[in-house]
């Protein structure tokens, strides 16, 4: 089945290359999760391909659709169309109100009209609805939910349109009217830790006929869009190497390990504060890339500038390391993570302990 590819970095890969065209996905979450602005990127990738795309709002004006999207630096063209459904006045005014009939029956019934028409006229291939909370209200029943939602799908599947709808979950109870209508689920969610920032997440509950990448997979939402990180595989990343030991710079430690480390082990090295760790380990790093290898080095404690001059003040340049491309080291801010207490039932993956003891 030919694929639509969604606009969104990394989202391609989990979907296993995107999503299938002429069929109706779901995109749920609750507020502020990031589904208008990753339905956004769905239309714009469509535009960019030349196709016609239409954006369905019932919920933001086009004003404020469009300045969100400038807040990214986009902007919605020509080819973006975007049809604000808005109540119409006659179900508004007083002789309406005394109506035998709801007026939810009328205005179920004028949207379902207005959005058929907008599509007979546009000849959308992608299309958003944004969201379904308002057809829900309107049904008042499941059975007329579901129904309207399998007219929709019909009508947009017989126009060969590849449909993304919109669900922020503020339905009082949890729907899954859709969920069993939907070609594909994805849920996006939002993390509050008590300590350090927010983190996002999202899961794809379902696909039909498509292998997909399960689990949670972590994405941020910046300027420019959303950036999803799929989860990764160790399995996926093996590489065959060779298994020989690697010698330090320090000879005793070398007789002491029985003459280095064994590539592709983990080893931890434990100590307090002052005993050498950051020193056998800047030792190790400064061999590895005189071998000609490469090195990566994550420092939490310290600031990158002071550890740079205390490396220095040893004789081992990090910045020259750094700049010629073979040491690639990154600052984690502790700050923004949530700090837990290790025990030590976490240290069994290591294959090699090296304790530091000052006496």
Known sequence: MPNCDTGVPGLDEILAGGIAQGRLFLLEGNPGTGKTTLASQFLMAGAKRGETVLYITLSETEEELRDGAASHGWEFGEGINVFELVPPESLLDDDQKQSLLYSSDLELGETTKRIFEAVERIKPTRVVLDSLSEIRLLAQSSLRYRRQILALKHYLSRNSATVIMLDDLTADMLDKTVHSVAHAVIRLEELSPTYGAERRRMRVLKYRGRRYRGGYHDFVIETGGIRVFPRLVSAEHRTAFKRETVPTENAALNDLLGGGLQRGASNLILGPA????????????????????????????????????????????LASMRDSGRLVIEQIDAAESSPRVNSPKEYGDASRFIRLERS
């Not at 005993?275 to 290898?293: D, H, N, P």
């Not at 002071?306 to 081992?316: D, M, Q, T």
Request: charged content about 25%; aromatic content about 10%.
């Open 274 to 317: 002052g005993t050498g760790k950051s020193l056998i380990t800047l030792s190790f790093v400064k061999s590895a890339i005189e071998r000609g290898e490469h090195a990566a080095m994550f420092v939490f404690d310290e600031e990158l500038g002071l550890l740079f001059e205390r490396a220095k003040g040893l004789g081992i340049d």
